[in-house]
């Protein structure tokens, strides 16, 4: 294990010196609540999964914030069996006095208020999770009932709420010598589409908190499957990179980097692996910053120069100068930053803007990298001798390309001959389905929208793109194919903006091999394309299984739990066909159930949790078998369709 600390302290007081007293009239106030229910996805993104975990991830990260100012040690998320959610913490508990402006105690002026809290006191909390300081206030609007205990000097105090609206003044229940904060809610059923809580999604989040925040204990349990998780890492995100490489072929041990300077402190651990793809991951305040930013920038900025420095310095590398790429294949890397008033851009709003954090990631990769070079050469010429690989396979690929464009494949007006393309040229109003075969894709060229809607037959299965570097890729011609088709080209070439069409659905047989085509295909575009999957442009078509008759009636089952409802629903003298591939349909049945519009079921392809993401094409389509069997046999029993 190498560790490098480069600290910088400039003009900060230490953590020891005593606080300001955390009372009521630390909490600032900015609005109320009163849009919240009537528009809740303005505040929580949606009524649906999403929006219900996100309302745990808000109570969670106020004991986070305690946490990160070393006020609290340890968290537990108790699921109950009726999907209430109870958040614990040991922290300075929330304020029970009167606010002097108010005239409330400071738990009902944080539960009513909205932008109400201490984040806005940068005295109280330099540094905070939440982007807006709108959580708990949204979380308990947004809830049927909602309970907090508060066990402050000495005492514990109660207060209840239904749906954002306190049903009694905050009272004093008992004596304790305990302190910190409990709340439990219930989310209402008249907002959520579903109040069923998800073990895993819940799981991935809280675990991921706990790399970030080293050293805070959180307990996560879930009454419902009897299911309890206990993290805590020593190692912080050291102990991340770990977990993220367990299922690949380290080449060294992790690096790690910390530096502070002033009220930002930001640590960074990198590790190279034999994979060839990256997994380089963004935090800011705890926030995942999925569209990067300047510390991101700083990072591969800095990496990128000094391996080439130290290449050209070491008399390693003639041929090709290392491109950002090229040092980045096989890295797993998680950047941490924390940060008083971080300047979030983007569409999703998590992309880093404050200038001045460039300058310091560029400053600590750059120190720390160099000195891990030169005192492990073994271990640096190992990473340059991966980059050199990369870069000659890169200038492979470039090649491949070039001569594919001199073919008229790539970006010119000519198109793969096998695609049927749509009248439309408005990207917003065409989609294209990619289907499995020659036989499905001609029945959906005849049963298909010809203004809208076009279509690419895949003879076979495409390339394992996890297991091939880019100019293997560049070899493939179905994922030539692809790229022409799509107009978007590919890796440091690749242009979202280019994009022909904005529904791209991936259309398979409802089989194993269907199955592992869209696997294939999905890893893909996670790998090679993932700006697509983030705009919400890839689908997964759902055609059906099953084709019931009953007299001159038709019905189609998506799903074996909707084919036996159907036959009992329907009785005897039924005709039964189960479709072994999309090739059985005729062309208007291929439309009337999968392809038009008014009828069809598509599911949208999105990145609800990229570390898990990426972990998952780890050990689905990676090198290792053995996480893959070890999968299989832990899943087994969850298979739905199984066919044999």
């Known amino acids: ?3 490098y600390t480069l600290l910088e302290v400039a003009g900060t007081k230490k953590m020891a010196e005593k606080r300001d007293k955390y009372d009521a009239k630390k909490i600032t106030v900015l609005a109320g609540l009163e849009a919240v229910r009537k528009r809740p996805s303005m505040y929580i993104g949606s009524t649906g999964d999403r929006g219900l975990h996100h309302l745990v991830y808000e109570v969670v990260d106020n004991a986070i914030d305690e946490a990160m100012i070393g006020e609290c040690s340890e968290i537990s998320i108790t699921v109950h069996k009726d999907n209430r959610v109870t958040v614990k913490d040991n922290g300075r508990g929330i304020p029970t006095d009167k606010h002097p402006r108010f005239k409330m105690s400071g738990v009902e002026l944080v539960m009513t208020k909205l932008h109400a809290g201490g984040k806005f006191d940068h005295k109280t909390y330099k540094i ?17 009932l909602l309970e907090v205990t508060v066990e402050k000097d000495g005492k514990k105090y109660y207060q209840k709420f239904q749906r954002g609206k306190p049903v009694a003044k905050l009272k004093v229940i008992g004596k304790t010598k305990e302190r910190g904060t409990i709340v439990t809610f219930k989310p209402d059923r008249n907002i959520f589409n579903s109040t069923e809580f998800d073990y895993d999604t ?5 675990r991921e908190l706990a790399f970030l925040n080293k050293g805070t204990k959180i ?11 206990e993290f805590n890492f020593e190692g912080g995100i050291m102990s991340f990179v770990k977990f993220l490489n367990k299922k690949k072929t380290p080449i060294h041990m992790p690096i790690y980097l910390k530096k502070k300077k002033g009220d930002i402190e930001l640590e960074v651990a990198l590790q190279y692996t034999s994979s060839y793809a990256e997994s380089v991951f963004s935090f800011v305040n705890n926030i995942n910053t999925h569209e990067g930013g300047t510390h ?14 130290y290449s050209e310095r070491e008399n390693m590398n003639k041929e090709v100068k290392l491109s950002s790429d090229d040092v980045r294949e096989g890295l797993t890397a998680i950047i941490a930053l924390k940060i008083p008033n971080p300047q979030f851009e983007g569409q999703t709003k998590t992309k ?42 890169r200038e492979a690929a470039r090649k491949a390309r070039d001569l594919v464009r001199r073919k008229s494949a790539l970006e010119t007006t000519t198109l793969p001959g096998k695609l049927a393309d749509c009248s439309e040229r408005d990207p917003k109003k065409c989609e294209i389905f990619l289907v499995e075969g020659d036989s499905a894709g001609g029945s959906a060229k005849q049963g298909r929208s010809k203004e809208f809607q076009a279509i690419l037959p895949l003879k076979g299965k495409i390339l394992n793109v996890e297991k091939a570097r880019i100019n293997k890729i560049m070899t493939s011609q179905e994922i030539i194919t692809i790229i022409t088709a799509l107009g978007t080209s590919i890796a440091e070439e690749f242009n979202i903006k280019k994009t022909r069409y904005h529904k791209i659905i991936i259309m398979t047989d409802a089989d194993v091999d269907g199955n592992h085509i869209t696997t294939l295909l999905l890893t893909f575009f996670f790998r090679y394309m ?5 705009a919400g ?15 001159k009636q038709k019905f189609y089952a998506l799903t074996e739990k909707e084919k036996s409802k159907l036959l009992k629903k329907l009785g005897s003298g039924v005709n039964l066909q189960r479709y072994k591939g999309l090739g059985e349909m005729n062309p208007d049945q291929l439309w009337e159930t999968t392809m038009n519009p008014k009828k069809r079921i598509l599911k949208q392809v999105t990145i609800e949790d990229a570390v898990e993401a990426d972990q998952m094409f780890t050990i689905l389509m990676g090198e290792e078998v053995e996480p893959r069997r070890r999968f299989i046999e832990k899943n087994a029993k969850k298979v739905v369709n199984l066919d044999v």
């Open 1 to 3: 294990m190498f560790l």
């Open 128 to 144: 905070s999770g939440g982007l807006h300081g709108v959580g708990v206030s949204v979380v308990n609007a947004l809830s049927e």
């Open 202 to 206: 819940l799981k991935n989040r809280l």
């Open 219 to 229: 307990i996560f349990q879930d009454e419902r499957n009897g299911k309890k998780k």
């Open 296 to 309: 991101l920038i700083g990072f591969k900025t800095a990496l990128t120069r000094t391996l080439n420095k």
């Open 352 to 393: 880093l803007g404050n200038s001045e954090i460039k300058g310091i990631v560029d400053s600590l990769v750059t120190n720390g990298l160099n000195t891990f070079l030169e005192e492990t050469p073994k271990v640096a010429r190992d990473i340059i001798d991966k980059a050199i690989s990369a870069a000659k396979a």
């Open 530 to 534: 993932t700006p697509l999957i983030e």
């Open 537 to 551: 442009y890839i689908y997964l078509a759902q055609p059906p299984l099953y084709l019931i008759k009953k007299g």
